[in-house]
């Protein structure tokens, strides 16, 4: 069973950018897809951005794809969100989330594909 752990939230001011990391360990034999979803208070989780095990297929939500960059190092188990511009609205938790794959260009936006997840790391825009 593969683990996953987010770091990099925090808070910082509109318009400033972070750095989210997704680092998994357990089982990383396995071949994983990653999406990042959020959530903020009183809201459901929502997609934000998701990536296929090779790293060369990748997914946004419409809405963030400008300002939101999802990549991957798979030698050191990492996923990153590179998230840019940042706005109030963006304040929420950010999850990953793992699935197995047989096929390196698979990758999924809804959250029911994924059946690990991260515990979450806060993000914090102040206006």
């Known amino acids: 069973q593969v683990q996953l752990v987010e770091s990099g939230g925090g808070l910082v001011q509109t318009g400033g950018s972070l750095r989210l990391s997704c680092v998994a360990s357990g089982r990383t034999s396995d071949n994983i897809a990653v999406g990042w979803f959020r959530q903020a208070p009183g809201k459901e989780r929502e997609f934000v951005a998701a990536i296929s095990w090779s790293g060369r297929n990748t997914d946004y939500a419409n809405s963030l794809k400008v300002r939101f960059t999802i990549s991957r190092d798979n030698a050191k188990k990492m996923v990153y969100l590179q998230i840019d511009s940042l706005k109030p609205e963006d304040t929420a938790i950010y999850f990953c989330?793992?699935?197995?794959?047989?096929?390196?260009?698979?990758?999924?936006?809804?959250?029911?594909?994924?059946?690990?997840w991260g515990q979450g790391t806060q993000v914090t825009v102040s206006s």
């Open positions: 989330a793992a699935m197995q794959v047989f096929d390196s260009s698979t990758y999924s936006n809804s959250a029911y594909s994924y059946n690990i």
